[in-house]
């Protein structure tokens, strides 16, 4: 017999895509994702392209999609366990974690006043702290808290449950499994940040002001830690000046192979954000090559005009700290002139490579390639930065094409 939903693996704006084009033709769908709200990555940007919108633009909308559609069903703190069977007749295992809040909630936000304990935010990528029960992000999808409670201080449960009026607070709640039948599987589990730490020339983790692209997406967020003021993590004042590091990991052989497509582009908006912010910014831009393919070459001249960039085509061979100012002392060749170049800077942000979340947590029952993208296969399709480093307008066509070809699975039978 052969099964006519579709799983969706994956909560970002690919995978959203893709639930709500397959429910919209009249197909059941079933959306894991794994963190307690929907958005990936899409929701921790200031701006995507290629409009340059702000996350709700696209987020609110694909989230009223789902709220009005019964035939989409979404799972939050979730977990592929297990795959069986092919085409036509999976089964599959998911885990659902405990979120210790349950539907009453209102999000009103009552117990989070109460709460003493605090954890790192790993929305924000650490440069922040949250309540020990908190909401995931500013636009969370499912709208509830979560309980974290191995923050909690001393009597917060007790603090929390009495502040809650509406009794959502379930501090014994269970990890729940349940078995999903579906005849065809689409995986959208996105992509990480290459692990920045293992470009020890790079100075990031020793060196306060090396951030990373994504670190900088959320100091520019007017709901990050700094309100959308770009600010020096190690004593919270403007830069000055700035240097973009580009290919952090990607395009060597030692770490991602690949070129990650998108951070050349990523590195040209965030020096319109310095530029928004103060137009007398100066920006080093250190690069290989500057990759803005199609139309994106527009936006690579808006970047020249309004932002104040001086391009230096060389590989960054070191960065190291002036330990009285932490400043940073950028060092590369000018592949253009020749010559050694030791630049000054007041922060450093780093153009990670993406690496396909599956490289760094493999499910069971999939296969990928050497790099870590899903190997598309009958029954089996990927899209956004699964199947390979795309931005997301991309990202969203992969996501349509892999809703058609999960239905002619189930078509088949």
């Not at 197909?27 to 701006?47: C, F, I, N, T």
């Not at 005849?183 to 306060?208: C, E, H, Q, S, V």
């Not at 061979?317 to 170049?341: C, Y």
Request: hydrophobic content about 35%.
């Amino acid at each position: 017999m052969a099964y006519d939903k579709i799983l969706v693996v994956g909560g970002g704006i690919s995978g959203i895509t893709a639930a709500v084009e397959a429910a919209e033709m009249e197909y059941d769908v079933y959306l894991v994702e794994k963190q307690p709200s929907l958005g990936g990555r899409v929701a921790q940007l200031r701006y995507y392209f290629p409009k340059l919108c702000p996350p709700t633009c696209g987020l609110e909308m694909n989230y009223r999609r789902i709220k009005t559609n019964p035939r989409i069903t979404v799972y939050t703190m979730a977990n592929i366990k297990n795959i069986s069977g092919g085409p036509g007749n999976y089964k599959v295992t998911v885990e659902i974690a405990p979120r210790y809040v349950n539907e009453n909630c209102t999000a009103c936000g009552e117990c989070e006043k109460v709460c003493q304990g605090e954890r790192v935010s790993d929305f924000d990528f650490g440069l922040t702290k949250t309540k020990a029960i908190y909401l995931p992000s500013p636009m969370a999808f499912p709208l509830r808290y979560v309980l974290d409670k191995s923050a909690l201080a001393d009597g917060d449960l007790d603090r929390i449950m009495a502040a809650c009026k509406y009794n959502a607070i379930e501090p014994d709640m269970q990890p729940e499994t349940v078995e999903l039948e579906v005849g065809a599987i689409i995986w959208a589990t996105g992509w990480k940040p290459y692990d920045a730490t293992k470009l020890d020339n790079l100075g990031y983790g020793r060196f306060a002001n090396v951030i990373t692209n994504m670190e900088m997406e959320r100091l520019a967020s007017p709901t990050g830690p700094t309100g959308g003021k770009i600010l020096r993590p190690s004593d919270q004042t403007e830069p000055k000046t700035v240097a973009f590091v580009q290919c952090a990991g990607s395009r060597d052989e030692n770490h991602l192979p690949y070129c990650s497509y998108i951070c050349c582009l990523a590195s040209l908006k965030q020096s319109l954000y310095l530029a928004e912010q103060d137009s007398e910014t100066n920006i080093y831009f250190f690069y290989i090559d500057i990759r803005t393919p199609g139309r994106y070459e527009k936006f690579l001249r808006r970047a020249q005009e309004e932002a104040r960039i001086n391009f230096i085509k060389g590989k960054v061979a070191k960065i190291e700290e002036d330990p009285e100012t932490k400043d940073l002392i950028v060092t590369a060749e000018d592949a253009i002139s020749g010559k050694r170049v030791n630049q000054r800077v007041n922060m450093v942000v780093l153009a990670l490579g993406m690496q396909p979340s599956l490289a760094v947590e493999g499910v069971p029952g999939v296969a990928v390639d050497e790099n870590g993208f899903v190997k598309i296969s009958d029954g089996m399709y990927a899209c956004g930065c699964a199947r390979m480093p795309l931005d997301v307008m991309t990202s969203n066509e992969t996501a349509t094409a892999a809703a058609l070809k999960a239905i002619q699975t189930i078509v088949r039978g």
